[in-house]
């Protein structure tokens, strides 16, 4: 057997559905070759461990909104190596957030009758609480993405992850243009790819869930929205869906 040193991973859940560890598992065939280089020392999906350790990289799905998590976050942060924001909620709070909108009591009425015990807070990415070395976005992020980060880290070199919009996604797949073309309002322009372009490539327009792209003109695209017919209230509606607690779409989310 080899002595080599492998790469300690861990992956931890806070608020969120688990579905980006769920993706994680969709590896299949390449995370069976991918533990001959790492060591899963802390997953709760798939197997039954909680103690907190050191870690080399982390991945952490799912926002902050509890005390608890807030504290494990910051341990966990000074016990790893490389933090990873794993999918939206962990980067901006994703569908989670869209209550944040809301008062902090009036979203407990809202799901409690009595809401005495509560202990929760408006809800935020990890990054807002502590220090991220990377971000892989996503509803969840597609399993390349988690292939990439870990392959980066064993190289330790910067994961080569893509920050140009789902439109150059479309247009490679030779797509008609779901805004220009149909008429409906896509989220392509203004959202970072990494999906392939997936809806689009139904006819479908895209949601935003993969968060905004670089250098991204929320203000623009909301101007044709409009010009479509979309109601002002609907539009809010997109840019917060996904990512309205980001600052690059702050402006038309109403942050």
């Known amino acids: 057997m080899s002595t080599e040193k492998r790469l300690r991973v861990a992956v931890y859940k806070f608020t969120g559905c688990a579905g980006c560890q769920m993706e994680f598992l969709r590896l299949e065939d390449e995370l069976l070759e991918l533990t001959k280089k790492i060591e899963f020392v802390?997953?709760?999906m798939v197997q039954n461990r909680d103690e907190l350790e050191r870690y080399d990289i982390c991945f952490v799905e799912g926002s902050v909104s509890t005390p608890r998590e807030l504290e494990e976050i910051k341990m966990i942060r000074a016990n790893?190596?490389?933090?990873?924001?794993?999918?939206?909620c962990a980067v901006t709070g994703c569908v989670p957030s869209i209550r944040n909108w809301l008062s902090q009591s009036e979203a407990e009425k809202v799901v409690y009758k009595d809401t005495s015990p509560i202990r929760s807070f408006k809800v935020g990415g990890i990054g807002e609480y502590v220090p991220v070395d990377?971000?892989?976005?996503?509803c969840p992020p597609h399993k390349n993405m988690i292939l990439e980060a870990i392959t980066a880290s064993l190289l330790e070199i910067r994961p080569d992850l893509r920050m140009h919009s789902v439109c150059v996604e479309c247009k490679l797949r030779e797509n008609?243009?779901?805004?220009?073309s149909l008429g409906k309002a896509c989220m392509g322009p203004v959202t970072r790819a990494g999906c392939g372009a997936i809806c689009p490539t139904y006819g479908r327009e895209c949601e935003g869930c993969y968060g905004p792209m670089s250098d991204a003109n929320p203000a623009?695209?909301?101007?044709e929205f409009h010009k479509l017919g979309v109601s002002s209230q609907d539009l809010v509606r997109k840019f917060r869906k996904?990512?309205?607690t980001s600052k690059e779409f702050e402006e038309v989310s109403g942050r």
């Open 42 to 44: 802390y997953f709760m």
């Open 80 to 88: 790893t190596r490389t933090l990873v924001a794993f999918g939206d």
């Open 134 to 138: 990377l971000t892989l976005p996503g």
């Open 176 to 180: 008609v243009c779901i805004l220009t």
């Open 220 to 223: 623009s695209l909301a101007a």
């Open 242 to 244: 996904y990512a309205g």
